[in-house]
């Protein structure tokens, strides 16, 4: 009988850690899927219209970023509100509802008959927008295996991707219908995410029925005695930061103050940004579920946060891109292991609405504060000194990953429990 090669079964050990056995994912995961394709989808119809819409009723720039603003400050202002009715009504029912207020007030603006309606009606948005943000993230914990849920987080944050990456291709040919269409369509898209939820999500939820109608909410003070939540809310913030504050804000500046380049330089930054997050998202959720949370947060921003630096340094328009795809690929190694750790926090078995609002709303403050204190840096010091700020800030945060306890072995140890 001829021996195996020596190294055949550290190999196999490798590949198996790589490619570990997949079980298929629950029937309500693949329905939050469609749901979160949908959504991002009609995010991605108004995205490209919105500021532009907003100048056709007579006002400049800076009243036009205000309506981009406020969507996020109500996001901020109506996330705790968001958490304590989920504790109040559940999941489903708080994320029914947002997806129907924002589908009726982005309907609206398209009918908006001067910049204050449509300011009303954008803002009106941004409260449902958490609502339905929130309950989505108390859903997929509830519902995803803790021995899945680097998985399920990935391919969540995949539906969304593929969403952002098609809605602007739509919302481009529609406005050529006007620019009111691609309103109508994304309300459209939020009204059938909305029945797709309602109708095909199941009634049931995980556990006895006994332990279903208890259902106890985890305290915020509890959540936040934890190490791998504060460091949660770290990461979180950081990634508000930078990934949806400063790419969307200061990176088209710097491609035109850098390059001389117009805005089709600063859309394949943001192309390959989401080229690079899409191929690490296809293998960095099995890893956050075999290796770990801990490793995969740490890998992820290290590297997100040195090529965010690099960006102020590039010199020439192909290091630009070099490094906006490296930062992308970066984002996609600790997006689904920071919203594992997090329902490691939780539990199955908790409702979590407050703690996930908390955790939402350190992204938006940093999604709303690092454009506009990376903006102060880049006219006072340089666009060298704000990408530099915005990555020492994300290797600050994985620096507090380093001394936080590994949350994946006590989940699945309470997976197993809840099981039997």
């Excluded at 010199?315 to 997090?342: C, Y």
């Excluded at 915005?390 to 989940?411: D, H, K, N, Q």
Aim: a positive charge.
């Amino acid at each position: 009988m001829t021996a195996a090669p020596r190294g055949s079964g550290a190999t196999s050990r490798i590949l198996a850690r790589l490619r570990p056995q997949r079980d298929r994912l629950p029937r309500d995961i693949k329905v939050m899927l469609a749901a979160a394709f949908l959504i991002a989808l009609g995010f991605g119809l108004v995205a490209p219209v919105l500021p532009q819409f907003a100048t056709t009723f007579g006002v400049g720039n800076t009243e036009a970023s205000v309506i981009v603003a406020i969507f996020a400050f109500m996001r901020l202002v109506f996330a705790p509100a968001g958490g304590s009715l989920i504790g109040r009504l559940g999941e489903r029912p708080v994320y029914v509802a947002g997806l129907l207020i924002v589908a009726v007030s982005t309907a609206a603006c398209a009918f908006a008959q001067d910049y204050w309606q449509l300011l009303l009606f954008r803002g009106l948005g941004g409260a449902g927008s958490v609502m339905f943000t929130v309950a989505s993230m108390a859903l997929v914990i509830r519902l995803a295996p803790p021995e899945s849920r680097g998985r399920v987080s990935g391919a969540y944050a995949t539906a969304f991707l593929i969403g952002n990456v098609c809605g602007p291709i739509v919302g481009g040919l529609l406005a050529g219908f006007g620019l009111r269409i691609p309103f109508l369509a994304y309300a459209a898209a939020l009204i059938a995410a909305a029945l797709v939820v309602q109708t095909q999500l199941s009634h049931e939820r995980r556990g006895s029925a006994e332990a279903q109608q208890r259902s106890p909410e985890m305290k915020l003070g509890e959540a936040l005695a934890t190490g791998p939540y504060r460091a949660a809310l770290m990461s979180s913030f950081a990634n508000g930061w930078a990934t949806f504050g400063v790419r969307m804000a200061t990176v088209p500046l710097f491609a035109a103050a850098a390059f001389g380049a117009g805005p089709e330089a600063a859309g394949l930054a943001l192309a390959v940004f989401a080229a690079g997050n899409a191929v690490a998202l296809t293998f960095s959720g099995r890893l956050a579920d075999s290796m770990g949370r801990k490793p995969m947060m740490i890998a992820g921003l290290l590297v997100a946060g040195a090529a965010t630096a690099g960006i102020g340094v590039a010199g020439d328009l192909v290091w630009f891109l070099a490094a906006s795809a490296l930062a992308g690929v970066g984002s996609g190694l600790f997006g689904p292991a920071q919203q594992a750790a997090v329902a490691d926090v939780i539990g199955n078995g908790r409702s979590g609405g407050k703690v996930l609002a908390v955790y939402q709303m350190t992204s938006d403050v940093g999604a709303i504060a690092g454009p506009v204190l990376a903006g102060v840096l880049a006219d006072r010091l340089g666009y060298g000194w704000a990408f530099g700020v915005t990555g020492g800030i994300m290797l600050v945060a994985a620096c507090s990953w380093i001394t936080t306890r590994e949350t994946l072995r006590a989940a699945k140890s309470a997976g197993s429990a809840d099981g039997r």
